[in-house]
T-cell receptor
């Protein structure tokens, strides 16, 4: 069975541009999470979907970030416009329910120049 | 709020050395504690976990014991291998919450 898949693996964009990251969770996993690791620091929670609904978006840094999960399957995270401080690794994770193990993708390394 | 502090790296050891990576936490209630590992070019993988005080998580020769009195969850391995080279993250999830709070990660390099 496929694990959590993230696209692209790397992205380099200029400040002010728009980037969309995609996450395909494990099939059947209702819970989907976005995290990011900036500048080698700790990995920080961004938000949590249950199916297509945002359960917790307390970690979203500002309104330049928009996450969607239409249909409760894959999710996208759009950054518009991107700023230099958005550079980092964005991880997606999914779990069957809220008290089972979360499986992580390989991450998307975003570099804003 | 909840937080995790782990030993700063990088850590470099020789093969077969003893490993300890320290992790302490601050949390209300009774969190679950985790160690995740990220091998080069791969995603985060759950290494081990403990869900209540005095529980010991273990996997692949690694162990960590949930110590409530010292709010710690130190990772140990008796004899490391080159293949253990990776970044290790300590994390917690608060009571009733699934989202994870991570430490800053410790890069471990094992030399042959």
């Amino acid at each position: 069975e496929a694990g959590v898949t993230q696209f692209p693996s790397h992205s380099v964009i200029e400040k002010g541009q728009t980037v969309t990251l995609r996450c395909d969770p494990i099939s059947g996993h209702d819970n989907l999470y976005w995290y990011r690791r900036v500048m080698g620091k700790e990995i920080k929670f961004l938000l949590h979907f249950v199916k297509e609904s945002k359960q917790d978006e307390s970690g979203m840094p500002n309104n330049r970030f928009l996450a969607e999960r239409t249909g409760g399957t894959y999710s996208t995270l759009k950054v518009q416009p991107a700023e230099l401080e958005d550079s980092g690794v964005y991880f997606c994770a999914s779990s069957l329910n809220t008290n089972t193990e979360a499986f992580f993708g390989q991450g998307t390394r975003l570099t804003v120049v | 709020g909840n937080s995790v502090t782990q030993m700063e790296g990088p850590v470099t050891l020789s093969e077969e050395a003893f490993l300890t990576i320290n992790c302490t936490y601050t949390a209300t209630g009774y969190p679950s504690l985790f160690w995740y590992v990220q091998y080069p070019g791969e995603g985060l993988q759950l290494l081990l976990k403990a869900t209540k005080a005095d529980d010991k998580g273990s996997n692949k020769g690694f162990e960590a014991t949930y110590r409530k009195e010292t709010t710690s969850f130190h990772l140990e391995k008796g004899s490391v291998q080159v293949s253990d080279s990776a970044v290790y993250f300590c994390a917690l999830s608060g009571q009733g919450a699934q989202k994870l709070v991570f430490g800053q990660g410790t890069r471990l390099t094992i030399n042959p």
